[in-house]
């Protein structure tokens, strides 16, 4: 191919310019999705944020910490938090594997938004020509790039990752391989990695078995937070008075249950056969926060665009 030349996969695994000066650097918006479906306050957890400062900051040696409980306890609540709010001197790339979202939940997801965050922390362009076989390699480098950048500055590089055991990326294809996997065995440049998820399922295959993860020592086990505990139960009383609702609410909970990555007022006014209006009145009210409204992703965002989803994964388990 000779320089200048049009290089295009219309399968998604190449666009761009042979030869093309780097893009701009990357800034990252993923804090504004972090910022989503993160509490308004987080009450009742100060020590576990004491502790995750002392993982992140400390001179110890250990490199690995799993906050480790069951659903509902308030994991992604503590993460989010942390995330919105560092301690001094540390740097932090995060994701949250999830399925309310659409494409929120798998391996490429991770490869994605972790490369856009460490792209960032650089000042680098994303990297051209990235496709499934060399996006790996890329993230691997960008991360120490990001770490050795954050130590010339006197900062830590934190990579926290929440709900390990919500990945899909292992579940429909036998060959399939795991976020776990993409996480590093050493640490390099004092980088930390946190993450948390519940005990089942088990740690996938591909993880190998020198890795940290299967430490027991890097396991804390995380109460449940009682106003987590409020919050299941309101949600759960909210769901059944849908299921056991008007017409139109349980249409509602039916379309958004079988969506899955979520969908907008228009969306459901078109399925419905509601006015637009009715619709976004309905669930502003009486759904409650069986609901939430994110950004979709058509482009420019707008209100018109925004997507309605379940206000939580087990939710979307006790629908189906």
């Not at 500055?153 to 934190?158: D, F, G, H, P, S």
């Not at 139960?233 to 609410?249: A, C, S, V």
């Not at 482009?299 to 309605?308: F, L």
Request: with cysteine; net charge negative; glycine share 10%.
């Amino acid at each position: 191919i000779g320089s200048g030349s049009v290089v295009r996969s219309y399968g998604g695994s190449a666009v761009g310019t042979y030869g093309a000066a780097p893009g701009p650097a990357v800034r990252s918006a993923y804090l504004h999705q972090v910022r989503r479906s993160a509490p308004d306050e987080l009450l009742g957890r100060e020590n576990e944020l004491a502790e995750l400062t002392r993982f992140c900051t400390g001179s110890h040696e250990w490199s690995y910490l799993w906050w480790r409980a069951s659903a509902w306890a308030g994991k992604s609540a503590l993460m989010s938090w942390f995330v919105l709010h560092p301690p001094p001197g540390v740097q932090i790339i995060s994701f949250f594997i999830t399925a309310r979202y659409a494409g929120q939940s798998d391996r490429s997801a991770f490869l994605d938004v972790v490369l856009e965050q460490a792209a960032g922390v650089v000042g680098e362009s994303m990297p051209p020509f990235l496709t499934e076989a060399t996006r790996e390699a890329h993230l691997l480098r960008l991360l120490e790039r990001a770490a050795e950048a954050s130590q010339q500055q006197n900062q830590r590089l934190v990579l926290l990752v929440d709900g390990l055991d919500e990945d899909r990326g292992l579940i429909n294809a036998a060959e399939g391989h795991g976020i776990a996997a993409l996480l590093r065995r050493r640490r390099p440049c004092g980088r930390r990695i946190g993450v948390a998820g519940r005990s089942h399922p088990p740690i996938p295959a591909d993880v190998p078995d020198d890795h940290p993860l299967r430490d027991p020592d890097i396991v804390r086990a995380l109460a449940a937070s009682p106003h987590a505990a409020v919050l299941r139960t309101d949600m759960h009383r909210e769901l059944m008075q849908l299921l056991h609702g008007t017409e139109l609410e349980q249409d509602l909970l039916g379309f958004v249950t079988a969506g899955g990555g979520g969908l907008s007022g228009r969306d459901l006014a078109e399925l419905t056969g509601r006015e637009a209006w009715r619709i976004e009145e309905q669930l502003g009210t009486v759904a409650g926060r069986s609901f939430v409204r994110r950004a979709g992703q058509q482009q420019p965002q707008d209100a018109a665009t925004e997507v309605y989803s379940l206000g939580h994964e087990d939710l979307q388990v006790a629908v189906v």
